[in-house]
């Protein structure tokens, strides 16, 4: 692993493993240096090719990477799945495979149990976080761990484990007022996540806390990771992580776990 890769602390039972990747390591040139991992923002596709081979070395496993769509589907992975199939989020029990999700500023979240019987991961910009109906991206990914026998609150049952990595921060994420709109219409205590911008109409949301509310409202309340300080946040770290919102023009950033 890069040294410059982040390696989450949390408590991963052993044979779980997790890394999100920085823009540090890889082969593309400005403004995608260097370690770009998307395929679908202009940049060279040897590069990206070469990037992806040395990401799989890196893990010792085989990343499926997603055609992300800012919803809430969920896909079961394979050993052969396609790369570009069409999901959100995705989950597997399978030795070898790593769930694999890419961002530029919207937050990747990963789960497993703490008997590591399943590895899942999450792609949750905010359209996909609020979903619809109050059933968005979080709730898709995890409805098939009740399949798994967890429920993340029976007592005596193996606990469901999150964490969260980098993202927009609370002090960078400007949206308007449908945003704030589409999250107190399912819980009205979403409002503590926003506080106003300096633009009129405008409000900073905290991307962290609206997942750590949705999480809880599932049963899971061991998360780890972003905490909405300023270390995670994409935009205000120009250096270590890529973010569409503050380049236009932007790399991409990988969240990955696997079952080794």
Known sequence: MHPDWLIPQWPAPTGVRAVCTSRAGGHSA??????????HVGDDTLAVGANRALLAQALGAHPVFLQQVHGAGVVELGPHTPHGTVADACYTRE?????????????????????GSFVAA???GWRGLAGQGGVGVLEAVCKPFSAFGLSGQAQGAPEIIAWLGPCIGPQAFEVGPEVKAAFE????QAAACFRPAAAPGKWLADLPAL???????????RVYGNDGSATWCTV?????????RRDGVSGRLAACIWRA
């Not at 400005?30 to 395929?39: A, F, H, K, M, T």
């Open 30 to 39: 400005p403004p995608y240096d260097s370690l770009n991992l998307g395929d």
């Open 95 to 115: 030795r070898g495979v790593a769930c694999t999700i890419m961002v530029a500023d919207c937050l990747p979240l990963l789960f497993t149990d703490t008997r």
């Open 122 to 124: 999450a792609h949750a």
């Open 185 to 188: 219409g399912h819980d009205p």
């Open 211 to 221: 997942a750590r509310q949705r999480l809880a409202a599932l049963g899971i309340r």
């Open 236 to 244: 205000s770290n120009p250096s270590r992580f890529f973010s569409h």
